[in-house]
């Protein structure tokens, strides 16, 4: 009976002091298994149950299945299980983990093509910790010399007089790819949009490359040309059934026109004819029906 008693007080003992410990510090993880185990017969049954888990599961790929049931593979997220336990997003991790774990993140983001993580280095050139911010900002500004290279290279090409279609394309796709990092300040976007137009201009005059004309019209609203753009979305609405690039492209069109009589027309037409449209259509045309309740409020 005392030795039941001894055996029961120590588990207690155990189960006190790694409760307190890990919630004081937050930093016993990487030591719970062992404590987990030495704990007097919940220890051993935990281990057995572990052990034939994983032999029997051996074949399953968990970080496969949990990028599929969370849609993880489409966001840059981390495996931090040997730092925190479980998965974390980059973001997450920036805001709230400690200061080697923002090293270790961008450690990681530099092992590999960091283009994809642009969002995840701007928000960690402000992180608090220096050496994170050094890290990231020597990112950026060697994504932006690789993307002014690939621009310089790709019109060097276009520019040859023996260049062909898929020369002036890959110029067109180095320049939009740039211009949608949004790591351009206001003067040197301009000079890129200007570029791009006239690209775009090219290869349909030379090519009748159309695969661009959205792209044309975006860049046209954006440069203030409105008259230009409305002329070139014209043969994009004419068509029985537009796209939804086109539709959107005429919305952020009559804003940036601030024609606010055309818009609500638009708006009225696209509800009455019941047009379906995807999720992140409806979210913007939500947005313009927002920022028209707020003005006429």
């Not at 450690?107 to 220096?130: E, T, W």
């Not at 060097?156 to 180095?174: G, M, V």
């Not at 492209?249 to 509800?271: M, P, S, V």
Request: overall charge negative; aromatic content about 10%.
């Amino acid at each position: 009976m005392d030795l039941i008693f001894v055996i029961f007080l120590l588990h207690f003992i155990l189960c006190l002091f790694f409760f307190i410990f890990r919630t004081v510090t937050g930093q016993f993880r990487i030591m719970s298994p062992f404590v987990v185990l030495i704990m007097p017969i919940f220890g051993p049954l935990a281990g057995s149950i572990l052990i034939f888990d994983t032999f029997r599961n051996r074949h399953v790929d968990y970080e496969k299945n949990f990028a599929m049931l969370t849609g993880a593979e489409k966001s840059p997220v981390f495996d931090f299980r040997r730092m925190t336990g479980d998965f974390v997003s980059a973001e997450e991790v920036f805001i709230v983990n400690s200061n080697s774990d923002r090293r270790k993140i961008m450690l990681d983001i530099l092992r590999q093509d960091a283009k994809p993580y642009l969002d995840v280095l701007k928000l960690a050139v402000s992180n608090d910790d220096a050496e994170t911010s050094h890290y990231a900002t020597a990112t950026i500004m060697q994504i932006q010399t690789d993307y002014q290279n690939d621009i310089a290279n790709c019109f060097a090409k276009a520019s040859d007089p023996e260049a062909t279609e898929e020369d002036l394309k890959r110029y067109i796709a180095s320049l939009l790819r740039y211009i949608n990092s949004k790591l351009l300040d206001e003067n040197l976007l301009v000079r890129q949009r200007l570029a791009l137009k006239g690209a775009i201009e090219i290869a349909v005059k030379k090519y009748h490359c159309m695969e661009y004309a959205t792209d044309y019209v975006d860049n046209l609203i954006r440069m203030g040309e409105i008259d230009m753009a409305q002329k070139a979305l014209q043969p994009l609405l004419s068509v029985p059934y537009p796209s939804e690039e086109a539709i959107l492209l005429r919305g952020r069109l009559f804003i940036k026109a601030k024609d606010r009589k055309g818009l609500d027309a638009f708006i009225n037409e696209l509800r009455q004819k019941h047009v379906t449209l995807t999720p992140m259509v409806q979210e913007e045309m939500s947005f313009w029906e927002g920022q028209r309740s707020s003005e006429n409020g």
